[in-house]
């Protein structure tokens, strides 16, 4: 009979340890971390979510915006004399919600609501491009009717207020709606011509939702 070494079984029993011990931590090296219990494994390697913006949030920065437009911008519609006007802004203050109508000299216009909405580039479709136009130079008759300012304050209810856009400056002015019945003022002339861009900005988002 063959002698064994009783070395040799020992020495294969630990070899066969130490596999088994290796292939173990090879594995558990290749599964995902563990989430907490009731937890989706997927969430582990989601990415967070960015936060969507308040509507109030995304109405002040796109009015910030419209009051902040340079001549420069609107290319040749925008070089303009110094008392002449480039863009004009009409905010009506309605309960719980303020519209804002911004239109410039080279017939885009944008549209937005406090509470959420609104439509921007409107200067695509020829109607607004239109009323637009006529906004701004109707805009330039009811100037003598506005003052100078460097704040810009909302409308209250049943209030509209106008922002006049020149190189020199903004002009402003604030009234009711009730005064506007009048046909024979500027502002009256200027509040309807607005109302008529908003009625076309409307019927291009109609359009498109349908």
Do not use: W
Not at 24 to 49: E, I, L, M, W, Y
Not at 55 to 63: D, N, Q, S
Not at 174 to 200: A, I, K, N
């Amino acid at each position: 009979m063959r002698h064994i070494n009783p070395i040799q079984p020992i020495l294969t029993i630990a070899l066969i340890i130490i596999l088994v011990v290796i292939m173990r931590k090879r594995k558990a090296a290749s599964q995902p971390a563990p989430t907490a219990r009731g937890a989706d494994p997927q969430a582990a390697v989601t990415r967070p979510v960015k936060p969507q913006e308040a509507p109030e949030v995304v109405f002040a920065r796109l009015r910030q915006q419209a009051l902040e437009t340079l001549p420069q911008s609107l290319g040749p519609a925008g070089q303009v004399a110094d008392e002449e006007p480039y863009g004009a802004v009409m905010e009506i203050g309605v309960p719980n919600n303020v519209v804002t109508l911004a239109c410039f000299a080279d017939g885009d216009a944008g549209i937005y609501y406090r509470a959420g909405g609104g439509m921007r580039g409107g200067g695509s479709h020829e109607a607004v491009r239109k009323t637009a136009k006529e906004f701004i130079s109707l805009a330039k008759s009811a100037m003598p009717a506005m003052s100078p300012t460097t704040t810009y304050p909302l409308p209250e209810a049943d209030m509209v207020r106008f922002y006049v856009l020149t190189p020199r400056g903004i002009l402003t002015v604030e009234t009711d709606r009730q005064s506007l019945g009048d046909t024979q003022d500027p502002l009256s002339h200027l509040f309807y011509s607005g109302q008529e861009v908003v009625t076309q900005m409307r019927q291009v988002q109609e359009q498109r939702a349908s």
